[in-house]
């Protein structure tokens, strides 16, 4: 069964700070990663994709990696702002079941 | 904004009624993916249809069922309800082919289901 986990489960940071999420997939097979942001109630925001020939996006202050030899893939935040506190979730696609598999996400709060 | 919209954002229905949840893909996607979001939880894959037909089915029963119309638009049928359906269902959307690798799906914002 492939799996995706996320740690931790949540996270809450001082304004300004650096932080990494961790996200661990049991699927050799991912073809490619996504890093979305959800706020409460709310659909998903794709934030990064990374395909699988990939090993980094950056998009402002969020970088994202993709190493599939250990099955991680990591989602930093630099100088975080109160406006980033949501859920962040990852999801891999596998090639093998042709469908995107979740974690459970982190939910993230940055106090001012 | 990802222009995939659903409707409606909320619903209440009792144990045993049947459900139709709606949602316009993004323009020119061919591909549409339902997903159900228990609270707390990240969102576990129903199925897939690309061009009218399934196309892949994750571990729901077959009282979910789906429609993709020939605008691309898609329905998600939940029959005979139960209080564990109770969730967030979210529609996406790609432009890609299943399979072709490289999707980058665009969420909507979901339609919250209440089972009471």
């Known amino acids: 069964k492939q799996e995706v986990t996320q740690i931790p489960a949540a996270l809450s940071v001082p304004e300004g700070e650096n932080l990494v999420l961790n996200c661990s997939f049991t699927?050799?097979?991912?073809?490619?990663l996504q890093w979305f942001r959800q706020d409460p109630g709310k659909g998903l925001t794709s934030l990064l994709l990374?395909?699988?020939?990939?090993r980094e996006q950056t998009s402002g202050r969020l970088n994202a990696s993709l190493d599939k030899s250990s099955g991680r893939s990591t989602l930093y935040i630099a100088a975080s702002q109160p406006g980033d506190s949501a859920t962040y979730l990852c999801?891999?696609?596998?090639?093998?079941?042709?469908?995107?598999?979740f974690g459970q996400g982190t939910t993230l709060q940055v106090k001012p | 904004e990802t222009g995939v919209t659903q409707s409606p954002t909320h619903l209440i229905k009792t144990r045993g009624q049947q459900v139709t949840l709606r949602c316009s893909s993004q323009?020119?996607?061919?591909?549409v993916s339902w997903y159900q979001q228990a609270l707390g939880q990240g969102p576990q894959f129903i199925f897939q249809?690309?061009?009218?037909?399934?196309?892949g089915r994750g571990n729901f029963p077959p009282r979910f069922s789906g429609l993709q119309f020939p605008n691309y638009s898609s329905e998600l049928n939940v029959n005979a309800l139960e209080l564990d359906d109770s969730a967030l269902y979210l529609c996406?959307?790609?432009?890609?082919?299943?399979?072709?690798?490289?999707?980058?799906?665009?969420f909507g914002s979901g339609t919250q289901l209440s089972v009471l």
């Open positions: 996406a959307s790609s432009g890609k082919a299943p399979g072709q690798g490289g999707e980058k799906l665009f």
């Open positions: 699927d050799s097979a991912i073809y490619n």
């Open positions: 990374i395909q699988s020939s990939q």
């Open positions: 999801a891999g696609f596998s090639s093998n079941t042709g469908k995107l598999i």
């Open positions: 323009s020119g996607h061919n591909t």
């Open positions: 249809y690309y061009r009218e037909e399934e196309n």
